[in-house]
Nanobody, 120 residues
Framework: QVQLVESGGGLVQPGGSLRLSCAASGAIFGIGAMAWHRQAPGKQRELVAI???????NYADSVKGRFSISRDNSKNTVYLQMSSLKPEDTAVYYCRADIWVGATKIQGYWGQGTQVTVSS
C-alpha cells in the first residue's frame, strides 16, 4: 500500500510564502516524476510544477519565477516552495507521483490535498 501525505498548507497574506511537502510511504521500489497540481473552486485541476527522476523541472506560466519544486529522494519527498503568493493561488494543492510498485510496474498516486488560501 502506497500513500502520499501532504502538509504545509494554510492561510497566508498576499505577497507571503508557504512551503508544501509531500511524503510517499509504503512498498516503493522507486519514484519517477513527482508533481504538484491545484484545483480552485469551480475550476479544473491544473498542473503547477513537475520534477522528473532526473530532476528536470517545469512550471505553469502562472507560477514561473514565484514557485520552486524540489525533491529529496532519500526521504521520498517532494516540496513546493511558494513565494509572492497571490489571491489567485488560492486552491487545494495535490501532489502526484509515479511510483514503481514492482520491478516492471509503475502506478500514479495522488495525495489527499492541502488547502492554500491567500487572503488579507
Amino acid at each position: 500500500q502506497v500513500q502520499l501525505v501532504e502538509s504545509g498548507g494554510g492561510l497566508v497574506q498576499p505577497g507571503g510564502s508557504l512551503r508544501l511537502s509531500c511524503a510517499a510511504s509504503g512498498a516503493i521500489f522507486g519514484i519517477g516524476a513527482m508533481a504538484w497540481h491545484r484545483q480552485a473552486p469551480g475550476k479544473q485541476r491544473e498542473l503547477v510544477a513537475i520534477v522528473t527522476g532526473s530532476t528536470t523541472t517545469n512550471y505553469a506560466d502562472s507560477v514561473k519565477g514565484r514557485f520552486s519544486i524540489s525533491r529529496d529522494n532519500s526521504k521520498n519527498t517532494v516540496y513546493l516552495q511558494m513565494s509572492s503568493l497571490k489571491p489567485e493561488d488560492t486552491a487545494v494543492y495535490y501532489c502526484r507521483a509515479d511510483i514503481w510498485v514492482g520491478a516492471t510496474k509503475i502506478q500514479g498516486y495522488w495525495g489527499q490535498g492541502t488547502q492554500v488560501t491567500v487572503s488579507s
